[in-house]
């Protein structure tokens, strides 16, 4: 559990969504659109990702929780940037202590979870992931449970269903879920989802203690917009990438 805590090498905020978008590129997801969502899941702020790509079975949900592991593959001469390597386990606990991920395929749905909370409560001494396909695990769906946001199975085949809505171009895809998501010295979530409610932006002292170089309270003019707003920035970064609709940022509540 140590190195989930540690082992962040995201050093930025922005890091493991931009590795998201990256993913869901990907020839082996090859996803047509992304969605980037803050809300609120029983009075807890959380935030969403969303992608209509292909979708993961159990074999690759088991890899993208597990240490150490990587799938990925040429397709089509296209070379894949790294699907779900050890970049999502510690850029997802970068954001916050606790990720659950929903994944449609057009074989089967699975849930997984990736919590540092429920490994504290159970005492473990290792990482667990518990991941259930429909019911065929009842241990660790009870755990999953019993520690996430989501206490019946109909909330989590709700979080399911969430993953083919009406605008969506595909019916397959993934959905992870982020909460106990971290906060500044003063108690303040490390976003800011106030100011601007189609965009996620980093509220000027967290962008103070990562650069150590703008002890003013106030964002300056000269500073990049893209330094601290999610939407600039991946629309500056993927440009030449990604179509209108492809990244969606919303606000909602459930």
Not at 6 to 21: K, R
Not at 163 to 179: E, H, L, N, V
Request: glycine share 6%; hydrophobic share 35%.
């Amino acid at each position: 559990m140590s190195y989930i805590r540690c082992g962040c090498h995201q050093t930025t905020c922005y890091d493991f969504p931009s590795m998201l978008i990256d993913n869901a590129y990907d020839p082996d997801v090859s996803a047509k659109q992304f969605w980037i969502d803050k809300t609120v899941v029983k009075d807890q702020d959380c935030l969403t990702f969303m992608d209509n790509g292909y979708g993961l079975d159990l074999r690759t949900m088991h890899k993208m929780l597990s240490f150490g592991f990587s799938d990925k593959t040429t397709v089509k001469g296209v070379q894949p940037i790294g699907i779900y390597g050890n970049g999502f386990k510690s850029g997802s606990m970068r954001l916050g202590k606790d990720a659950i991920v929903f994944s449609k395929s057009k074989s089967t749905s699975c849930v997984g979870m990736l919590s540092q909370t429920y490994l504290e409560k159970i005492g473990a001494e290792q990482i667990i992931v518990p991941i259930v396909l429909r019911e065929e695990d009842k241990a660790s769906l009870q755990d999953i449970l019993r520690y996430s946001p989501f206490t019946t199975q109909e909330e989590l085949l709700t979080q399911l269903d969430v993953i083919s809505p009406p605008w969506s171009t595909g019916k397959t895809g993934t959905r992870i879920i982020i909460w106990n998501l971290r906060r500044t010295s003063t108690g303040a979530l490390e976003f800011d989802f106030e100011k601007d409610r189609y965009d996620i932006q980093i509220p000027s002292e967290v962008y103070d203690e990562m650069t150590d170089t703008f002890p003013q309270p106030q964002l300056s003019s000269h500073i990049p917009k893209s330094t601290y707003s999610l939407r600039v920035r991946s629309n500056s970064v993927y440009v030449l990438k990604i179509v209108y609709d492809f990244l969606c940022l919303t606000q909602t509540s459930c």
